[in-house]
């Protein structure tokens, strides 16, 4: 993988895993380091992370966002509490602090799950914008978050459905973040031509 440019600034990346049982240490919690490595993988920007765990509460959960998005991070993600139990509230925590809703990236979340369990139309993902920060809400499983952010691919290597992340960079363009440069290996951004910027020099 080609090596960051060392002097660009960190880009800020908030990630939240919401669990009861894991954040009061019934269990370990796996949301958070599934999330790092694979952020870690696909972008060649070097990265601040804001860790959080936090159980299912919904006013608990708005204020980590806003906390996240005032500290700077342009993206945030988050894992857990998307489905229909009664202490699922990650959408609603999620909607309440937004500026605008962004529902293409739930409904090909969706698309992509529907392909290995037909429950995943019970999954309640949102994206939304707030600032300048983008924020989206992930599956709860490991394997699940990296099937939805980098998509699916057959034994060959090409793709066969586009994973979310390849269009983060370019959300995070528009709504004035750093320009995030990923590895294509892993998942190639797509931006208008008119929107790349030249590769910097080693």
């Known amino acids: 993988?080609?090596?960051?440019?060392?002097?660009?600034?960190?880009?800020?990346?908030g990630i939240v895993s919401i669990s009861d049982r894991a954040s009061s240490g019934v269990y370990e919690d796996k949301g958070l380091p599934a999330l790092q490595?694979?952020?870690?993988?696909?972008?060649?920007?070097?990265l601040h992370f804001e860790?959080?765990?936090?159980?299912?509460?919904?006013?608990?959960?708005?204020?980590?966002?806003?906390?996240?998005?005032?500290?700077?991070?342009?993206?945030v993600l988050t894992t857990g509490g998307t489905g229909p139990a009664l202490r699922d509230v990650t959408p609603e925590a999620t909607l309440a602090v937004a500026d605008k809703e962004m529902p293409g990236f739930g409904e090909q979340m969706r698309q992509i799950s529907?392909?290995?369990?037909?429950?995943?139309?019970?999954?309640?993902?949102?994206?939304?914008?707030?600032g300048k920060?983008?924020?989206?809400?992930?599956?709860?499983?490991?394997?699940?978050?990296?099937?939805?952010?980098e998509g699916l691919r057959d034994a060959q290597g090409a793709s066969i459905v586009n994973g979310i992340f390849a269009a983060v960079p370019y959300c995070i363009d528009l709504i004035g973040g750093p320009y995030l440069e990923t590895d294509d290996t892993v998942c190639k951004a797509f931006r208008p031509k008119s929107a790349q910027r030249p590769a910097p020099q080693a």
């Open 37 to 46: 490595e694979w952020l870690g993988r696909a972008l060649r920007n070097p």
């Open 1 to 13: 993988m080609p090596a960051a440019n060392p002097t660009s600034e960190p880009v800020r990346i």
């Open 114 to 130: 529907l392909r290995f369990v037909p429950t995943a139309i019970l999954s309640r993902q949102v994206a939304v914008i707030r």
């Open 51 to 75: 860790a959080r765990l936090i159980p299912d509460e919904q006013q608990r959960i708005s204020a980590t966002l806003i906390e996240l998005v005032d500290a700077g991070c342009s993206l």
């Open 133 to 149: 920060s983008l924020i989206i809400n992930l599956p709860g499983q490991p394997k699940a978050i990296a099937e939805t952010l």
